[in-house]
């Protein structure tokens, strides 16, 4: 299983807002180490969402906000869109294994 | 844009050497790392190389029979993988390292090369 813990799937209606939750331990999140939010539409590449726990690259709509506390993260969605079904993946560092790690992702379906 | 290639099918315990190339005329100003995704699976760090090529790191999982390199010469990065089992099987993407303060996050990916290993 995955270093980060997060919920297999989660679903809201369109217009709604969802959060999607990441869990971690004193070797990573706890520790410090920021988080990241990547988006994976079916059959593409990763794409970072939000960078250094609630940072939104340029492009990426203010719907989508990041934050962190103590060993854990969220990704918020607000005012879901049918195109935000994807894969949500969070990331962070772990001292104790060094090593980049992800959770194990979280299926997003807009009813 | 990266753009991966040398994926294919092999048998186990063979050998097979990826690439990543970029036109970006900075390619030498940044990290890279190799990331990997098993079929309907999850994201797993696989490798990762400095900007000059003077240090890289593996997860355990890799170490000793993955080898990262680049060549910034030709803009172009590499992964050198052997003893290959069904368990490497995935589609591995190639990933544009950023620094956010002291700390690293993957700011580019490529669209993937797919691996299968299979007798």
């Known amino acids: 299983q995955s270093v980060l813990t997060q919920p297999p799937s989660v679903s809201g209606a369109s217009g709604q807002r969802v959060t999607i939750s990441c869990t971690g331990s004193s070797a990573n999140i706890g520790a410090d180490y920021a988080v990241h939010w990547y988006r994976q539409l079916p059959g593409t590449a990763p794409k970072v969402l939000i960078y250094?726990?609630?940072n939104r690259p340029s492009g990426v709509p203010d719907r989508f906000s990041g934050s962190k506390s103590g060993t854990s993260a969220s990704l918020a969605i607000s005012g879901l869109q049918a195109e935000d079904e994807a894969d949500y993946y969070c990331q962070s560092y772990d001292s104790s294994l060094s090593a980049w790690v992800f959770g194990g992702g979280t299926k997003l379906t807009v009813l | 844009q990266l753009v991966e290639s040398g994926g294919g099918v092999v048998q186990p315990g063979e050998s097979l050497r990826l690439s990543c190339t970029t036109s970006?005329?900075?390619?030498?100003?940044?990290?890279m790392h190799w990331v990997r995704q098993a079929p309907n699976k999850g994201l797993e760090w696989v490798a990762y190389i400095r900007h000059d090529g003077s240090k890289e790191y593996y997860p355990d999982s890799a170490k000793g029979r993955f080898t990262i390199s680049r060549d910034n010469s030709k803009s172009t990065l590499y992964l050198q993988m052997k003893s290959l089992t069904a368990d490497d099987t995935g589609i591995y993407y190639c990933a544009k390292d950023i620094r956010w303060g002291s700390q690293n996050y993957f700011d580019y990916w490529g669209q993937g090369t797919l691996v299968t290993v299979s007798s």
């Open positions: 250094g726990n609630d």
């Open positions: 970006e005329v900075t390619f030498s100003t940044y990290g």
